[in-house]
């Protein structure tokens, strides 16, 4: 059993009497229309649920869902948002998130399972998905058109193993991926089985074709490259989970620069770098004061970073944290695997939101 498993499982019969019905709140008490994110969650018995979360951190509803989810991704020009199972995932839902009423459930194809992540075209008519195909345990992007009831309609075979979360560039025609390099197959649920040969990177594919553009290694063949944000100006910044031996800390942040196609790793001061317990588990960045927030559930922390420069700026204390995203505040907004939404002004996070409900490590905003 990993850490945050054991954690959820020692709070089982704590009472969520703080929490809402699996319909939501009474329409007197807040407007859905309000909700501005949305995140997976388990609540202590371990059901699966989709939250929508309003901008003071309440929640607002909370839909079931038959799986655990993951991250998600919101459809330009319409009121959805499509949220994804957790890997090996079977399934997406599309969430009409004003609504907080599930409007399609789409099973993945056979011989696929999916990573947890998509991202849409511009016009909101293509949803790109990352999967894989087990029998051979290729990288896929699987694309459905929204336009048509989220028919599949192509298919994407790419040079690697295990792609995970996959953001469109500000070019409208790129698609950034975070290759994992990890081989996995539902039979054996979430076990990773080429540890010894992984080969992950940093993507970028034409979205038209797939082809892809450019490729970037990470410096150690076990680091598996997961989570990524790209900003406005084109600059992504990659999260990595070592796989290697735990005693060594390598750089677990990438910075690419998509316009040079110059890329570089990140080093933090040794016992930073020490504190994240070599794992990275989301990545958000706020183009408005140019910061990156990196979490590390593992090492109780999330790590502020000059997005243009790479140089640290601070670090914010909260144990178990998952998810972030900026609150377009010049702050960001946190949930932790152990309960709670916290707002964060650089160094300083205070606790909005006080439900033992177990966030899962992305947030979506609407």
């Known amino acids: 059993m990993n850490r945050r498993a054991f954690l959820r499982a020692s709070i089982v019969g704590i009472g969520t009497t703080t929490v809402l019905s699996s319909i939501g709140l009474p329409a007197f008490a807040v407007s859905r229309s309000s909700v501005v994110s949305l995140s997976a969650m388990d609540d202590a018995k371990g059901r699966h649920f989709i939250a929508g979360i309003n901008r003071q951190g309440a ?5 079931p869902v038959p799986e655990q989810g993951h991250g998600g991704c919101r ?49 909101g008519d293509l949803l790109y998905v990352t999967a894989n195909h087990y029998p051979s345990g290729g990288g896929r992007i699987l694309v459905y058109d929204a336009s048509r009831d989220y028919q599949r309609v ?38 990773k089985l080429n540890i010894p040969d992984m080969q992950p990177a940093l993507l970028l594919i034409d979205r038209e074709s797939g082809r892809i553009l450019q490729r970037h290694e990470p410096s150690h ?5 997961r ?17 290697g031996p735990e005693w060594e800390t390598p750089p677990l942040i990438a910075r690419l620069d998509t316009r040079t196609a110059t890329f570089a790793e990140i080093v933090l001061p040794d016992k930073q770098q020490e504190r994240l317990h070599n794992y990275i588990a989301s990545v958000a960045l706020d183009s408005t004061s140019h910061i990156a927030a990196l979490t590390a559930p593992r090492g109780n922390r ?46 300083n996070a205070v606790r909005i939101e006080n439900s033992e409900m177990l966030w899962d490590n992305h947030l979506t905003s609407t």
Do not use: W
Not at 84 to 89: Q, W
Not at 228 to 235: A, F, H, P
């Open 154 to 191: 192509g298919n994407f075979e790419l040079d690697g193993i295990g792609p995970h979360e996959i953001r469109l560039h500000p070019d409208g025609n790129t698609l950034v991926v975070a290759l994992g390099g990890i081989l996995t197959h539902p039979d054996y649920d979430r076990l």
């Open 59 to 63: 929640i607002v509803y909370r839909v």
């Open 227 to 243: 989570h990524l944000d790209v900003s406005k100006e084109g600059i992504v910044v990659a999260g990595y989970q070592f796989e």
């Open 75 to 123: 459809r330009p020009f319409a009121d959805e948002v499509v949220m994804f199972s957790k890997r090996p995932g079977h399934s997406f839902q599309v969430i009409d998130f004003r609504a907080g009423r599930i409007i399609r459930q789409v099973d993945t194809v056979k011989d696929h399972h999916f990573y947890g992540h998509g991202s849409f075209s511009p016009d």
């Open 221 to 225: 063949h076990q680091l598996s490259c």
């Open 302 to 347: 999330a790590i502020l970073l000059n997005y243009l420069s790479g140089q640290h700026i601070d670090t914010v204390e909260i144990a178990d944290v998952a998810g972030a995203l900026t609150d377009q505040q010049q702050g960001f907004i946190f949930t932790s695997g152990l309960g709670g939404i916290y707002r964060s002004r650089q160094s």
